[in-house]
């Protein structure tokens, strides 16, 4: 039960777009399309931003969304804004019934 | 309005055990599965439990197996987390969240905060 692979970090200025990547292996995201993405302010609760890889749930900006590759998930913030700043989490279904997590990427709006 | 309190977290020595429970209120609890997800003080999440809507299934991570057991009370919307042979490691703040499909979380609660040291 390895955690998804998410880069510590990204940035980028108000307006333009940034991608977080996450990678895992055949045995979760390549194999399933229950792929989730999370937002989470500092000291707040996570929130989901799209599940089922591209899908974003009522109220998400249409700026936020995801797709899959292969082995690897991506989610693509776009028209950045300020209040986008906050810690991301993927996460998917595995083969053995588990759920595993990617390690979080810190988005920095400059 | 979906509402998920968690309840029972605090100080325990190492090896000491701890449950947690979770009320579940604003939507049929029995018609959807349910997790127990934590997050170490600066740590990232980490999925820790799961289980299906009639108990029929469970699930747990490695880090886990053997130690917590998970389960739940439809009848009085509730979630449970039974913790033993906690160590250092298990400090975290533990969410309930309910599960909308294979594992993807739509709700959380507030968590609650395990603290384990002696």
């Known amino acids: 039960q390895s955690a998804l692979t998410q880069p510590p970090s990204v940035s980028g200025s108000p307006g333009q777009s940034v991608t977080i990547s996450c990678t895992g292996t055949s045995s979760d995201v390549g194999s399933y399309s229950r792929v989730c993405w999370y937002q989470q302010p500092p000291g707040t609760v996570p929130k989901l931003m799209i599940y089922?890889?591209?899908h974003r749930p009522s109220g998400v900006p249409d700026r936020f969304s995801g797709s899959k590759s292969g082995n690897t998930a991506s989610l693509t913030i776009s028209g950045l804004q300020a209040e986008d700043e906050a810690d991301y989490y993927c996460?998917?279904?595995?083969?053995?019934?588990?759920?595993?997590f990617g390690g979080g990427t810190k988005l920095t709006v400059l | 309005e979906v509402q998920l309190v968690e309840s029972g977290g605090g100080l325990v020595p190492p090896g000491r055990s701890l449950r947690l429970s979770c009320a579940a209120s604003?939507?049929?609890?029995?018609?959807?599965?349910m997790h127990w997800v934590r997050q170490g003080p600066g740590k990232g999440l980490e999925w820790v439990s799961g289980i299906t809507w009639n108990s029929g299934s469970t699930a747990y991570a490695d880090s886990v197996k053997g130690r917590f057991t998970i389960s739940r009370d439809n009848a009085k919307n509730s979630l449970y987390l039974q913790m033993n042979s906690l160590r250092a490691e298990d400090t975290a703040l533990y969410y309930c969240?309910?599960?909308?499909?294979?594992?993807?979380?739509?709700?959380w609660g507030q968590g609650t905060l395990v603290i384990v040291s002696s």
């Open positions: 996460s998917s279904y595995t083969s053995s019934g588990t759920v595993v």
């Open positions: 604003g939507f049929t609890f029995d018609d959807y599965g």
């Open positions: 969240a309910k599960d909308m499909g294979e594992g993807s979380v739509d709700y």
């Open positions: 089922d890889v591209s």
